[in-house]
């Protein structure tokens, strides 16, 4: 529910696998986490299902509308990324190439600007690697085109004032 629909507060998922002893063991993990699911969050997601096609197209148009904004950002400022738009979903890795390095980024971009990207650093893991100096963008809500616009600004701020070193 969360990517696809957008729901992610509700927090709920499903399994299905052909695997019973498989099955058995995800369903005592779940009971050792939680014996069920919210009942209003199970609800949501029903009522999210029976209007599938509309929240899924609105969904689509969204991230479709929002590529093309973000496609001509990284073009303008290819200098500071490594744009690539994700093979499909609503999430994209962006590789910064400041010389600061991309914990700095992010963190002088919350506070001066309000923008938030979160650092590849916060995904790290013990299962694999995790690529570095990237940033994690959603690109599946509509205000990404107004964050754009204030990460415009707050380059344009940058450069204008010569404060700090970007890129």
């Not at 616009?149 to 890129?167: D, E, P, S, V, Y």
């Amino acid at each position: 529910m969360s990517k696809a629909y957008g729901l992610a507060g509700l927090r709920i998922g499903w399994l299905a696998c052909k695997d019973r002893a498989t099955l058995v063991r995800f369903e005592h993990y779940k009971h050792f986490l939680s014996i069920c699911n919210s009942a209003p969050s199970e609800v949501l997601a029903r009522i999210a299902l029976r209007a599938r096609q509309k929240i899924l197209d609105r969904n689509r148009r969204v991230i479709r509308d929002n590529l093309a904004v973000l496609d001509r950002f990284f073009a303008d400022y290819e200098d500071f990324f490594d744009w690539r738009e994700p093979d499909g979903g609503c999430v994209a890795f962006i590789r910064y190439k400041g010389v600061e390095g991309v914990e700095e980024f992010t963190r002088r971009l919350v506070e001066e600007s309000g923008v938030l990207f979160l650092p590849s650093s916060i995904y790290r893991s013990e299962l694999g690697p995790v690529p570095e100096n990237c940033l994690r963008v959603g690109i599946g809500r509509s205000h990404v085109p107004k964050g754009l616009m204030a990460l415009r600004n707050w380059f344009a701020r940058k450069h204008q004032t010569n404060l700090g070193q970007i890129g």
